[in-house]
C-alpha cells in the first residue's frame, strides 16, 4: 500500500478533472483501502469510468455497482465525511436505470437519503445542491 503521505490528494483531484481519471484510479487502489480521502475519491473514479462508455450497458451497470459498493464502504470508514454518501447517492441514482421502477422508486428515498446527509457535511458542494434539486424535479414529475 501506498503511504497516505506519498499522495498529492489535490494533484489527483486535478488529474481527475483533466480526464486522468482510469490513471487517478490505479494510483488508489495501491493506496491504503481504510483511508477515507483514498476511498471516496475511488468510487468517484469507477462511476466515471462507468460514464465513459454510453450504451454498454453490462459495462455502466458492473462500474456503476462498483462505486456504489466503494461508496457504501467509505461511509463506513467514516460516517461524518460526506464523500462516500454524495458517490452512493449518484450511483445509486445510475443503477436506476437497470432496475424495475418499483425498486427504481424504492432506491429514489435512498438516494435523497445520502443527498442530505452529503450536503448535512458539505454544505457548499454544488454537485450535491444540483443532486438535490434533480432528485426533487424527478419526483415532481412521477405519474
Known amino acids: 500500500h501506498i503511504d497516505k503521505m506519498s499522495l498529492n490528494f489535490e494533484e489527483l483531484d486535478t488529474r481527475f478533472d483533466n480526464g486522468e481519471c482510469e490513471a487517478v484510479m490505479q494510483e488508489l487502489e495501491k493506496a491504503n483501502d481504510k483511508d477515507i480521502e483514498v476511498v471516496w475519491r475511488l468510487a468517484r473514479c469507477q462511476f466515471e469510468v462507468g460514464t465513459s462508455k454510453p450504451g454498454?450497458?453490462?459495462?455502466?451497470?458492473?462500474w456503476?455497482?462498483?462505486?456504489?459498493?466503494?461508496?457504501?464502504?467509505?461511509?463506513?470508514?467514516?460516517?461524518?465525511?460526506?464523500?462516500?454518501?454524495?458517490w452512493a447517492g449518484i450511483a445509486l441514482g445510475y443503477l436506476g436505470d437497470f432496475v424495475s421502477t418499483k425498486e427504481m422508486i424504492?432506491?429514489?428515498?435512498?438516494i435523497r437519503e445520502f443527498f442530505d446527509r452529503a450536503d448535512s457535511?458539505?454544505?457548499?458542494?454544488p454537485t450535491v445542491k444540483h443532486a438535490l434539486g434533480k432528485w426533487s424535479y424527478k419526483i415532481a414529475n412521477i405519474g
Not at 56 to 62: G, P, S, V
Open 121 to 125: 457535511l458539505s454544505s457548499n458542494d
Open 56 to 62: 454498454e450497458t453490462e459495462f455502466q451497470k458492473t
Open 64 to 86: 456503476y455497482e462498483k462505486a456504489y459498493e466503494t461508496s457504501l464502504k467509505a461511509i463506513e470508514i467514516d460516517p461524518d465525511h460526506y464523500g462516500g454518501y454524495k
Open 106 to 110: 424504492g432506491n429514489s428515498f435512498k
